[in-house]
């Protein structure tokens, strides 16, 4: 039971600490964009895509695999090759992060003018030592999560966050009064998310110091050469990267597809541009918010299960994987349900009046949310069951899906084909992740089980919340109704959770004060 407890205590913790940081993040952003201006905010983005690209090659699958293999050999009483893997990881892998960081430094002015804006160049400089500092932090992380022990990432996370905030404008803002140019102002900002990494190196190398004095047990003093580790770590990592390059290249090859059609199709240059800076700077936007909750649960449950498969754990496994599949559809299909039918208020609330078309977006991606959320606990699943190349299969057929989509929809739909080829995409995805769970593995919960309560909850929380906007909107405005209905839908969602059985007593006791709440519930 200690595990799983660790998992759904770790996604808690992973799940809170991700929230903060996204309002972190849009406090962040705000007040920038109105020191920097369109402009500047485009030399900060620009430099952003092209840092995150270079994470993407260098770190993305890191994290993951180090988390795994650590968890299998701790779950084996191997302490001792728990923490060779960590270091081996910790000798190989900031090199190639530090390589990486060269070549963007070095390479700022030539790829700065490859995607078109030379004049970011300097804000690229600036953000390049970062990928070296996710590099350690990556491997770091990684360990802690194998532990089980999610508070490091998580405190290392509102690190980066807070230094992007505080120094990221403060250092913008002190650019801005000393007259600097605009390309200089953008730097300052973005060299504040340089600090922040560096600060967070810091943070988790003197708490894997502190961890490393602590006595620890060692069941079995076995422990592999540094060279077989290091080809398992590439193993598990290689696949999750080429999954998340398949997903980076088929969105860039997205942007351009988009734009084309929907030119094809007979609108300007302009009106095109501004019809997918709504849908993917806004409806995109609001459809990642909901992934901040599932990626907590996805990333805790990794280590958990990847030590349960390798001792065979089968009744853990099935506990956790169904444990894992309740919480994510309770979580999501709300969440998609409210975007369904709330969509346009929300955006209209966030945005202003003139995101409507964007509003219409995101009721189309609703159906994509619950989707998306099982993609991710599924990729976590397949990675800890050992069948990491799977997920990548199935995102390379969702990307054809989603590119074929956009060219035969946008020519019949406008703009909306983007969207739902989405859905579509996403559909495809989970229904390969899911198809392959079922076929290597039992655990599995019964759709009856698992889906049928939260969607019927969802659905009827869904129902109510319209009917009190469109009651409440004409007498109080737009903004108070959706608010009042978006607070009223929490409320019948739980009631409905309650009278339909679909809160399980053995899930609330997982959760930190399960035993609590599970009087405050009456289960």
Known sequence: MKKQQSFVQGAAVLIAANMTVKVIGAVFRIPLDALLGKSGMGLFNVAYVLYTTMLVISTAGLPV???????????LGRTREARRIALAAGAAFPAVGALFSAALYWGAEPLSALVGNPAAAPAVRAIAPSVFCVAVISVVRGYFQGMNDMVPTAVSQLIEALSKLLLGYGLAHAASVRGLPLARCAAAAVLGVTIGEAVSVLYLL????????????????????????????????????????????????DVALVMNRLQDAGWTAEQANALYGAYSNRAITMFNLPQTVILGLSVSVLPVLSGAFARQNFTQISRTVGAAMRLTLLLALPAGVGYLV?????????FGA???????????LGLAVPLLAVVSLTNAILQAFG?????????????????????????ELGIYGAPVSTVLCYAVIAAG??????????????????????????????????????????????????????????????GLLRLLGAVHREDVLLMPCGDRLCILLRL
Do not use: Q, W
């Open 342 to 350: 709330l969509g346009e208020p929300i955006v209209d609330l966030l």
């Open 65 to 75: 695999a180090v988390s795994k293999m650590v968890s299998e050999s701790a779950s």
């Open 206 to 253: 003197v708490r894997a110091c502190m961890h490393r004095r602590r006595p620890v047990a060692v069941l079995n003093d076995y422990a592999r050469p540094c060279t077989a580790l290091l080809r398992e770590l590439l193993a598990v990592a290689v696949p999750v990267t080429i999954g998340s390059s398949v997903m980076s290249l088929t969105n860039l090859l």
């Open 433 to 494: 992740n899911l198809y392959t769970v079922r076929r290597y593995s039992a655990s599995l919960p019964a759709a009856r089980e698992a889906l049928l309560p939260p969607l019927m909850a969802a659905l009827g929380m869904g129902a109510c919340a319209a009917l009190l906007y469109s009651g409440f909107a004409p007498a109080l405005g737009s903004h108070a109704a959706v608010l009042l209905a978006i607070a009223a839908a929490v409320v019948i969602y739980a």
């Open 387 to 411: 069948k990491p190349f799977s997920p990548v299969t199935h995102m390379i057929i969702g990307g054809v899906v989603k590119l074929a989509g956009n060219h035969i929809l946008i020519g």
């Open 354 to 364: 003139d995101s409507v078309s964007a509003g219409e977006f995101l009721r189309i």
